[in-house]
């Protein structure tokens, strides 16, 4: 035997791990979470970059013709496109959950921490907060860049918290969402596949143009999917004006939308031990 | 945190009766029956014989189906949890985050097993150290080799300070050098007190590391013995004598030292000088071919167990 192994396990046995609660497995795996992010530089890059594209394509390419039919402006349009671009870049942003959850499900990671003392669903919960992290900073940006072009309002502090704290909420169904999709798939292309489909879903709201526009078969799911009134309420927000209904039927579907989401990882997640 | 010693801490390392388990209709691990005291033990059998199945249920991963099952005298059924602290598992697949380093994936186990933030800091530093990984410790895991990557992955299940310690096939895949250094580890490993329950498909390895060595076959244990004792059922080495066409001729069974084989050889070579000569040791395959009846499906993996000596 040529290894220099000095007699160990001679520390005193108080110390001995008798597992973690689900707060310090939250907290260790938010930070695992956020260390993933932020070291990942092209990923980092990319949910900064591309809300800022999104944002100077709609306003300046789309933005005057897209208002010039509404008898507006480009600087109206950016009011009007401020929620979906929000909203579209935080989509990306969340589809990124369903890799990281595949990657975690599909090796042996998730095993290991099945057979440890403590509750091993928190991983999922690192991947979700650290998700609502990067993406409301992505909105940050957003918002910062809407003023840099000109975007002013005379919203109350209320009304900015309520429009924040709409997206904030959608920003968290997304993220739900791509975490049950990156537990079903198989593999972390597989799950990124899965997701391609709701990253379109913005597209075909009231975000970046009005229901009305749009050709009468479209109108029915453009008019009535969960992101049009959420949209709908944030831009009314935003802009210091009454949302109406619009505000208490998106907070429905984002109920709706994680009471499902919670319940189908809470059936998945226990079954799906890779073998 | 106080420290209480299990309340079944001079149980068995493992009491198992009428073990089964099935994945949907496809049965794994048909009526086990197994008892092992506290030692390093070796469960050795082919690719889908049940192995990681076992392991799996044994480390509270999966849970069994029907038996009685107690590891260091709890049920990973009903005390999973009291259980989960005394156990560690190292899977098939590295089971460490390859985007942190060295030491951060330590700490992470660390706190996830509960321990104080300091405590596992000192634990993670000294494991780093034994297990020679001081230099990468800071550096992302994605750069290590895959030895090294192997030793974290144990080191991270140790953090915890497990009682009994499962591996998975745990030098499968690598070369034969870092194969060695991890033996040298397992085995101090052993002498330091925990217990080692592992899985693997070499006959070579389990010998080399296991006090008790259990053969799967098909879910079913077919042996359960030290390696002498395996040996003895399976039959020693040969010396097989060959015409030009490589036909055998004649087999001398042979105990395999150099005296022995030099002996045969004497008279061998006094007959039939010109003969062609090989001394080779038991396949794996030969190994379940006289267990089961049937031959292995070990397919490239037989290498290190084909041991033929051109004389």
């Given at each position: 035997m040529t290894t220099t192994t000095?007699?160990?396990?001679?520390?005193?046995?108080?110390?001995?791990?008798n597992g973690a609660g689900a707060l310090t497995g939250l907290r260790v795996f938010t930070g695992r979470s956020l260390k993933h992010s932020f070291r990942d530089a092209e990923s980092l890059l990319m949910a900064i970059l591309l809300p800022v594209m999104l944002m100077l394509i709609f306003v300046f390419i789309f933005g005057e013709s897209i208002a010039a039919g509404q008898g507006g402006d480009r600087g109206d349009y950016l009011a009007y496109v401020l929620p979906a671009v929000a909203l579209t870049a935080a989509g990306f942003g969340a589809s990124y959950t369903a890799v990281v959850v595949s990657d975690d499900m599909t090796t042996g990671f998730m095993n290991r921490l099945r057979t440890?003392?403590?509750?091993?669903v928190t991983v999922l919960l690192g991947h979700t907060a650290s998700s609502m992290v990067r993406n409301l900073l992505a909105t940050g940006v957003v918002l910062a860049i809407a003023f840099g072009l000109g975007f002013r309002t005379e919203a109350s502090a209320v009304e900015l918290a309520g429009a924040v704290g709409l997206i904030a909420l959608w920003i968290l169904v997304i993220t739900v969402v791509f975490a049950v999709l990156g537990m079903v798939a198989g593999s972390a292309e597989a799950a990124s596949g899965y997701g391609f489909v709701l990253l379109f879903?913005?597209?075909?709201?009231?975000?970046?143009?009005?229901?009305?526009?749009?050709p009468g078969w479209l109108q029915g799911f453009a008019g009535h999917q969960p992101m049009t009134p959420i949209i709908d309420a944030s831009r009314a927000l935003l802009d210091g004006a009454s949302p109406g209904d619009t505000w208490w039927i998106g907070l429905l579907w984002c109920g709706g939308f994680i009471a499902v989401a919670v319940w189908l990882a809470a059936v998945i997640f226990p079954r799906k031990v890779a073998r | 945190m106080t420290y209480t010693d299990p309340?079944?801490?001079?149980?068995?390392l493992l009491d198992i009766t009428g073990l089964s388990k099935s994945y949907g209709r496809h049965r794994v691990l048909t009526d086990l029956d197994l008892t092992l005291p506290p030692g390093i033990h070796a469960l050795l059998g082919p690719n889908g014989s049940g192995k990681t199945t076992l392991v799996n249920v044994l480390s509270t991963l999966v849970p069994y189906d029907s038996g009685e099952v107690r590891v260091l005298g709890l049920d990973p059924r009903r005390d999973r949890k009291a259980l989960q602290s005394l156990v560690s598992l190292t899977g098939?697949?590295?089971?460490?985050?390859?985007?942190?380093s060295g030491t951060e994936n330590m700490l992470m186990m660390g706190r996830l097993f509960g321990l104080s933030r300091r405590d596992a800091e000192r634990r993670a530093d000294g494991l780093l150290e034994r297990f020679g990984l001081t230099e990468a410790a800071h550096k992302r895991v994605a750069t290590y080799s895959g030895g090294m990557r192997r030793k974290l992955d144990i080191a991270a299940g140790l953090i915890g300070r497990p009682q009994l310690i499962f591996l998975d096939e745990?030098?499968?895949?690598?070369d034969t050098r870092s194969r060695q250094a991890l033996w040298d580890e397992i085995t101090a490993l052993a002498r330091s007190g925990a217990s080692i329950f592992l899985t693997t498909q070499y006959l070579e390895e389990a010998d080399a590391l296991a006090e008790r060595i259990v053969v799967l076959h098909d879910g079913r244990i077919v042996a359960d013995g030290t390696a002498a004792q395996l040996k003895g059922r399976i039959g020693g080495s040969t010396i097989q004598l060959h015409d030009d066409a490589g036909h055998i001729l004649e087999e001398i069974p042979t105990r395999g030292s150099a005296l022995d084989v030099a002996r045969h050889l004497d008279a061998v070579a006094a007959a039939r000088p010109d003969v062609d000569v090989t001394v080779r040791r038991p396949t794996l395959d030969e190994v379940f071919l006289e267990l089961t009846g049937e031959p292995a499906d070990t397919s490239d993996r037989t290498e290190l167990d084909r041991d033929e000596v051109a004389a």
């Open positions: 000095p007699p160990q396990e001679a520390e005193a046995p108080a110390s001995r791990g440890m003392p403590f509750p091993a879903l913005p597209y075909v709201s009231s975000g970046f143009a009005p229901v009305e526009t749009m | 309340a079944h801490s001079d149980a068995p098939q697949y590295a089971a460490v985050d390859e985007k942190l745990p030098t499968t895949g690598l």
